[in-house]
């Protein structure tokens, strides 16, 4: 199923962001820290009265006779531009709304008083997928100057598909690149499926959630191994050829973007300006490619290549996010 940043018919797109800008220039930008209403507001996930309507009866074709459907339920949104009601998906009669609201309250009780802000917000795939993120205090710094925030991220579905989630995730500060590779497994990651409730499992997220910071202290010192170790240009071909490895049977268009890629990877780990102060290790290597990834990989289709590029960043489940990991296990192999 494809995944959508919200843009509605005057042009607005359902994301904010607080301080800076996303690099895909989508949405609001607040000057500095929101508080939860002021980011859904901006985001415009606020008051959307997300409810179950039922069913009811609907009449067979085949037969002409009614059936009664007691156990199926719409969910249905008011859109926050035209306030009319619109179907986001179909559930049973055991379904539990997670409101957006509600997704803010819970991070930020998660988070308590740690000084945790609200950092961005919004709507994918027309309403039918929403998050949040907050922006921890404390970030890491790999070799002591290459900063990585960490960022805690909800999101919730009005669709009848997957569990609500929160996830710690570490972000590159200088080039915004998502580093999720190193957060190896689910022990940074919390789920709670829409048939409970979210609201009583505070305590039991933070338990799971508290071994992210193990998680970040371990990808810092994974990151610290791979600045601390050279790389020239020839390992670095040998690594990108091992990362996206060429087929004998290729046709001439395939080698053409083959070589075009290697290019592009060998210039942004030999000349780029994001990789200044790390160039010539291992750590650059694996940031060349998370930033031709995030940033420059190309866009097949009519959708703008901004708003593509900005999912693959936001979304866990899209194929670059395990051409990542891959790298990242290669170079720390």
């Given at each position: 199923?494809?995944?959508?940043?919200?843009?509605?018919?005057?042009?607005?797109?359902?994301?904010?962001?607080?301080?800076?800008?996303?690099?895909?220039?989508?949405g609001?930008?607040?000057?500095?820290?929101?508080?939860?209403?002021?980011?859904?507001?901006?985001?415009?996930?606020?008051?959307?009265?997300?409810?179950?309507?039922?069913?009811?009866?609907?009449?067979?074709?085949?037969?002409?006779?009614?059936?009664?459907a007691?156990?199926?339920?719409?969910?249905?949104?008011?859109?926050?531009?035209?306030?009319?009601?619109?179907?986001?998906?179909?559930?049973?009669?055991?379904?539990?709304?997670?409101?957006?609201?509600?997704?803010?309250?819970?991070?930020?009780?998660?988070?308590?008083?740690?000084?945790?802000?609200?950092?961005?917000?919004?709507?994918?795939?027309?309403?039918?997928r929403?998050?949040?993120?907050?922006?921890?205090?404390?970030?890491?710094?790999?070799?002591?100057?290459?900063?990585?925030?960490?960022?805690?991220?909800?999101?919730?579905?009005?669709?009848?598909?997957?569990?609500?989630?929160?996830?710690?995730?570490?972000?590159?500060?200088?080039?915004?690149?998502?580093?999720r590779?190193?957060?190896?497994?689910?022990?940074?990651?919390?789920?709670?499926?829409?048939?409970?409730?979210?609201?009583?499992?505070?305590?039991?997220?933070?338990?799971?959630?508290?071994?992210?910071?193990?998680?970040?202290?371990?990808?810092a010192?994974?990151?610290?191994?791979?600045?601390?170790?050279?790389?020239?240009?020839?390992?670095?071909?040998?690594?990108a050829?091992?990362?996206?490895?060429?087929?004998?049977?290729?046709?001439?268009?395939?080698?053409?973007?083959?070589?075009?890629?290697?290019?592009?990877?060998?210039?942004?780990?030999?000349?780029?300006?994001?990789?200044?102060?790390?160039?010539?290790?291992?750590w650059?290597?694996?940031?060349?490619?998370?930033?031709?990834?995030?940033?420059?990989?190309?866009?097949?289709?009519?959708?703008?290549?901004?708003?593509?590029?900005?999912?693959?960043?936001?979304?866990?489940?899209?194929?670059?996010?395990?051409?990542?990991?891959?790298?990242?296990?290669?170079?720390?192999?």
């Amino acid at each position: 199923m494809a995944h959508e940043l919200e843009v509605f018919a005057d042009g607005s797109a359902a994301f904010a962001a607080a301080g800076k800008p996303g690099w895909h220039r989508l949405g609001y930008t607040a000057p500095g820290p929101m508080t939860a209403e002021e980011l859904l507001t901006h985001a415009q996930l606020a008051r959307w009265n997300v409810r179950k309507v039922p069913v009811g009866q609907v009449t067979d074709p085949d037969t002409g006779q009614t059936v009664t459907a007691e156990e199926d339920f719409l969910i249905v949104r008011t859109n926050p531009h035209t306030g009319a009601p619109e179907r986001l998906g179909m559930v049973g009669k055991d379904y539990k709304i997670v409101h957006n609201e509600e997704v803010a309250e819970f991070l930020q009780t998660l988070v308590d008083e740690s000084g945790a802000v609200f950092d961005t917000g919004g709507s994918l795939n027309g309403g039918r997928r929403v998050f949040v993120t907050m922006r921890l205090p404390e970030p890491l710094m790999v070799g002591g100057f290459d900063q990585v925030d960490l960022y805690l991220a909800a999101f919730s579905r009005h669709d009848g598909w997957g569990a609500f989630t929160t996830v710690a995730t570490p972000v590159r500060v200088v080039c915004a690149n998502t580093e999720r590779a190193a957060l190896r497994n689910h022990a940074a990651m919390f789920k709670v499926r829409h048939t409970g409730h979210i609201a009583g499992r505070i305590a039991e997220a933070r338990d799971a959630l508290r071994l992210t910071w193990r998680h970040g202290e371990a990808f810092a010192a994974e990151a610290e191994k791979l600045l601390a170790t050279p790389m020239d240009v020839k390992e670095f071909r040998q690594f990108a050829a091992a990362l996206h490895p060429l087929g004998p049977d290729a046709k001439d268009l395939t080698r053409r973007n083959h070589e075009l890629a290697m290019r592009e990877l060998e210039w942004l780990f030999t000349s780029a300006p994001t990789n200044e102060p790390i160039r010539g290790t291992r750590w650059a290597a694996y940031n060349a490619v998370t930033e031709r990834l995030d940033h420059r990989s190309p866009v097949i289709g009519r959708r703008e290549a901004a708003i593509v590029r900005a999912e693959r960043a936001l979304l866990d489940d899209h194929a670059n996010s395990k051409i990542k990991s891959r790298a990242f296990h290669l170079l720390a192999a």
